[in-house]
């Protein structure tokens, strides 16, 4: 960040002056932080759809950006929501988890490094009894058929993002700071 100088004697009116100098670069402080926040958010989000629309299922999972500015800080959240299909006697199989984490060895023979740490991955899903075979089938409701899988390939949506934005972050506070 570009360094501040401000300047004073010990007058009253020097002293005000400095004081509005402080209240305004405390102001720009804050704007360049809210920038920073949506920028790299902004960051994850396009890199999170993308990921997303790899997959079949992407057409079932919505990603966005909360934003809660507060007083003296910026933070925003990136969220995305799958869809949960249910059936009677299983487990809900959650869309967002299989393309994030996959369903099947065949597409996910190297894991989402995140898998270990948040417990989840190929074979974790309850009951699941095939993830470790070439394929399975599937009853299809709207086909009243049986289809052939080889599962889900990960295409680690959220997992790319925020290696995305770690990996821009210095770059973008530089330029929203105007450092060097």
Known sequence: MAKKTISMTLSTKSIQAAIKELEKYRDSLQAKCDLLVSRLAQIGQTV??????ESPLGN?????????????????????????????DREPF??????????????????????????FGVGTYPGQIHA??????????????????HGIKATMPMYNA????????????????GGK
């Open 48 to 53: 999170a759809i993308q990921h997303i629309s």
């Open 60 to 88: 079932t999972i919505t990603v966005r950006v909360d934003k809660a500015p507060q007083l003296m800080t910026s933070n925003a959240i990136l969220i995305a929501t799958g869809k949960t299909v249910t059936a009677e």
């Open 94 to 119: 959650y869309t967002l988890l299989a393309v994030e984490f996959g369903a099947g060895i065949f597409y996910n023979s190297k894991e989402n490094p995140k898998a270990p740490e948040l417990g």
């Open 132 to 149: 470790f075979e070439d394929g399975w089938y599937y009853w299809d409701d709207k086909t009243e058929t049986w289809r052939y899988t």
């Open 162 to 177: 925020e290696q995305q934005i770690i990996q821009q972050y210095v770059k973008i506070a530089r330029e929203v700071f």
